[in-house]
T-cell receptor
């Protein structure tokens, strides 16, 4: 089954404790992206990757890091989480950045205390 | 700059009514793609439709239809004879061919279908 898998789905952590949200897709998609969803703000892009070893900032990259060492994986790293990073996070992938529809993971709800 | 505006934050209609969700976009590019996604209460995001800037034909899929008008930079989504299962947040999105690699989403419209 074609899918994007994120883990963990739910996480409560404390300020400053590094965490990683994993994302994996099994569709051989080149494009992958991370979004955060906040009430009233819609979906905002954090980072994206056009291919292996190619990553770039989206609209709200501060406080986040990503890597793309393999085509299927695109982890999101919060080196020192802060309460303003409490949000619902979605990973997505697409065959082509411009023309392809995005396939989304189920979302990861993160709470930073 | 890219921009996608969904002016309707929240809409409530009674079941079986028709409802239109508006999407207005801004772009300097001549080649671009527009998308609609649905986010039901369960939270997942599901692709509904893609339209490229050279194809202004309206699209109909069952009770769903989309009206793309380049003259007004709009890509509106209509649900005919709405059902409770249509209750969701709907997002419009834009991607451009010749600009940067971002995909821009509107802030979404929350649709409530009342039984």
């Amino acid at each position: 089954e074609a899918q994007v898998t994120q883990n963990p789905r739910y996480l409560i952590t404390v300020t400053g404790k590094k965490l990683t949200v994993t994302c994996s897709q099994n569709m051989n998609h080149e494009y992958m992206s991370w979004y955060r969803q906040d009430p009233g703000l819609g979906l905002r892009q954090i980072y994206y990757s056009m291919n292996v070893e190619v990553t770039d900032k989206g609209d709200v990259p501060e406080g986040y890091k990503v890597s793309r060492k393999e085509k299927r994986n695109f982890p999101l790293i919060l080196e020192s989480p802060s309460p303003n990073q409490t949000s619902l996070y979605f990973c997505a992938s697409s065959l082509h950045r411009v023309t392809g529809e995005l396939f989304f993971g189920e979302g990861s709800r993160l709470t930073v205390l | 700059a890219q921009k996608v505006t969904q002016a309707q934050t929240e809409i409530s209609v009674v079941e079986k009514e028709d409802v239109t969700l508006d999407c207005v976009y801004e772009t300097r590019d001549t080649t671009y793609y527009l998308f609609w996604y649905k986010q039901p209460p369960s939270g997942e995001l599901v692709f509904l439709i893609r339209r490229n800037s050279f194809d202004e034909q309206n699209e109909i899929s069952g009770r769903y239809s989309w009206n793309f008008q380049k003259s007004t930079s709009s890509f509106n989504f209509t649900i005919t004879a709405s059902q409770v299962v249509d209750s969701a947040v709907y997002f419009c999105a834009l991607s451009e061919v010749n600009r940067d690699d971002k995909i821009i989403f509107g802030k979404g419209t929350r649709l409530h279908i009342l039984p």
